[in-house]
Structures are given as structure tokens and as C-alpha cells.
């Protein structure tokens, strides 16, 4: 039991220092994967979704939603951690000899396993929480009509290309939604069953994921040890090859699972993005309809707009399967691998930073 709250405490530790470094790369990460199903590519790859999040929000929209994975990466961290050493246990019990590699890839397959189960509704508010910017535009800044429309007039995350603009007169925005909030609507909607949508996605991430990030530092820590000199004392790794077996174990990880990070994505967002596309279309046309119907007869604008808003209807919440062919059919191989780049570029500092404390912490307090 000590040594469990250990590996809890320790991990823990570790998941939040690595996720306060992290986090703006996730950000673009979600935000680039998201964009797939939308119809309208507003990013053209990871720098330029940094760039125009930052102008479009400012330093606080490259950390919207930071609590939510926050709380999430310590649970994680903590719980995968502990699992992992309570299956190495176990393991141990009855081989009564030093795990091979294949054995802690196990171990760290049924960790990652459990972890998911915790981990999928944190994420599901998470990336929620990430694209609501993607569907909420700026104060409109839209001229009226007949003015001529410049590209300064547009919302910094509009694509110059855009169809659809806001009319004018709506000049007064409700509050985004916050953690709560998203979780009651959840509830609402679609029952504690909504919770895990795009579990299939996160299952198979954490699993096959935490098998190759565990396998893959151990790996590289005992091809390290192994150059030591003779010691009398047990072979410890020094702090900078903990973080270099991080490092390869990070990048080993999102090269062989990303795939499966996507389409959980996709499904997570679909509703949010979609919702978002059909409300505009519908505004588009009704502001259409209502300037060409003005120009004839000076009497129809002042008819109530409730009259003709039609409701807006989703479609059903796709499966991990059908999400995965629609993507690999609309944008290839590439499209699967949306926004690894910039993931690559998180995991590999983050998961040595992830190791570097948390080896740290083992051998000054284990």
C-alpha cells in the first residue's frame, strides 16, 4: 500500500509539471484533427493553428480548458504508474525472476487498459472545451450589407474562403460553456453512456500506447545501464538518461498508436463542428433570403426570424469504425497522422520530462 500512494504522489507530480509544458501543443494537436470532418480546413498546420489561436485569443486560448486536463493528466499519470507497477507485481509473483521486455509490455498494456476507463470522459470535456473557438467567431465584425468586405473584416480564425458570414445585427454572444456545463449537457443528452464516447479510440490508444511507452524506455534504460561501469551498488539511471529513454519511449508511442488519438478525436468533436456548420449554413441562407426579400419589399424585414429558422438536426454519433474509414476515404493516410507533427513535437520533451521526475523522485524519496 506505500508503495502504490508512492507511485501515485510521484506520478502525479510528474503528469502535472509535464502537462503545464505541454498543453498548447495538445491545443493545436485537437484542433488540427478536428477540423477533418468540417468541411472548412481553418489551419494549415500546427504553427499557423498556434499563431492565429494566439492572435484570434491571446496567451489564454492556447490554455482554454488547461483544468480539465489537468485534473486529467494527474489521474492518469498517477493511475497508470501505479497499475503499471501493481501488474509488474503480479507478474513477478509468479516468475520469480526479472521481467523480460515482453512481460512489461504486458504489464503496461493492462495498465494502460484500466487508465483508459478513467481517462475517456476527461478527454471527451477536454477536447469539448478546445474547439469551442473553432464554432464561436470573434464579435462580429461584419460590415453591413452592400459595404465592401475586406479580409480584415473577418474573424482571424475565418479561412479566407469562407461562404458563410454572421449577420451583422448579432452583436451579443452567450458565455462558452464551461466543464460542468458540458458534462450536465452530456448527461442531458446522451446518459453516463455519453461520457465514453470514442472509447474505442481511447482504449486502443492507452493500451497498445502504454505497452510501446513502458517496453520502449525500459529498452533504451538497460541498453544505458548496460554501458555503466562495474558497480557494487544496483545500476540507477543517471538523470539525463532517464529523460533521453523518456524522449524515444514518447515518439515510439504516437508513431504506432496515433491513428487510433484521431478518429477518438473526430468523434469527440463531430457534434460540436457539425452543429456549428449546419447553424451557419442556415443563418447564411436566411441572411440571404432576407436581403434579397428587402430589396423588393421594404415591409418583410421587419418579420419575426423564428418564423423561418428551421432546426438544426445531427446526425447520429459515429462509430470508431465508420469515423476511421471516413477519414482514411476524405483524406488519406495524411489525414489519419493530422496534426502528429505537432505531437511529436509535445511527446518527445514531455514524456522525457515525465520520466526525469518521476525516476527523480523514486530515487530520491523510493
Known sequence: MHD?????????????????????FDLAKVRLQSQLLTGQKQFKGPIDCLVKTYQAEGITGLYRGLPVPLVGSTVETAAIFCAYSTFKNLIHHYTQQELTIPQLGLASAGAGAVTSFLLTPIELVKCKIQVQMMNTHTPPRIPPVG???????LSPLDPPHSKFLFPATSHNHDPLPGPFSIIRNILKTNGIRGLWLGHTGTLLRETGGTASWFAMKEYVARLLIARHPPSPSP?????????????????????????????????????????????????AREWAVGTSSSSTSPTSSSSSP?????????KPSSSFLS?????????????????????MARAVPSSGIVFLVYDGLVARFG
Not at 248 to 256: E, H, L, N, T
Not at 334 to 339: E, T
Open 4 to 24: 502504490s500512494l508512492k507511485d501515485i504522489v510521484f506520478g502525479s507530480t510528474a503528469g502535472i509539471i509535464s502537462e503545464v509544458f505541454e498543453y498548447p
Open 306 to 314: 423564428s418564423q423561418s429558422k428551421p432546426k438544426v438536426r445531427l
Open 235 to 283: 545500476p540507477a539511471l543517471l538523470p539525463w538518461e532517464s529523460a533521453l529513454a523518456g524522449s524515444v519511449s514518447g515518439a515510439f508511442c504516437v508513431a504506432a498508436l496515433y491513428p487510433a488519438d484521431t478518429v477518438k478525436s473526430v468523434m469527440q468533436t463531430e457534434e460540436e463542428l457539425l452543429s456549428h456548420r449546419a447553424s451557419t449554413a442556415t443563418a
Open 323 to 343: 469515423t476511421f474509414v471516413t477519414i482514411y476515404r476524405s483524406h488519406g493516410f495524411r489525414g489519419l497522422y493530422s496534426g502528429c507533427g505537432m505531437t
Open 147 to 153: 459595404y465592401p468586405i475586406t479580409s480584415a473584416a
